[in-house]
Nanobody, 119 residues
């Protein structure tokens, strides 16, 4: 069994910062890509950023220059540093990992952490 647990969400004023963390645990052989998605009420889930095994990163246009994704591969953990937050960044943020476990390649999701940007 594999679990992804997010932390670090909360309420922040516009222009503020938050750092999200996601730790993967369980019977993991290896992790390939890790990423963050978000879903606002009434909207579809969208990709925010991902990072590959060799450290290559990708960001959706709306967060470029404001968000930074990083990972600690030794701890199976991915981070999302969010700065210059805007009200439109308000959403539930989900961690995602493409990994290899006992049953083969699988994609796992965290339970989500709420980020609210409001004055």
């Amino acid at each position: 069994q594999v679990h992804l647990v997010e932390s670090g969400g909360g309420l922040v004023q516009p222009g503020g910062s938050l750092r999200l963390s996601c730790a993967a645990s369980g019977s993991i052989f290896s992790i390939n890509t890790m990423g963050w998605y978000r879903q606002a009420p009434g909207e579809q889930r969208e990709l925010v950023a991902y990072i590959t095994t060799n450290g290559s990163t990708h960001y959706t246009d709306s967060v470029k220059g404001r968000f930074t994704i990083s990972r600690d591969s030794a701890k199976n953990t991915v981070f999302l540093q969010m700065s210059s937050l805007k009200p439109e960044d308000t959403a539930t943020y989900y961690c995602n990992a493409d990994l290899m476990d006992w049953s083969g390649p699988n994609k796992y999701w965290g339970q989500g952490t709420q980020v609210t940007v409001s004055s």
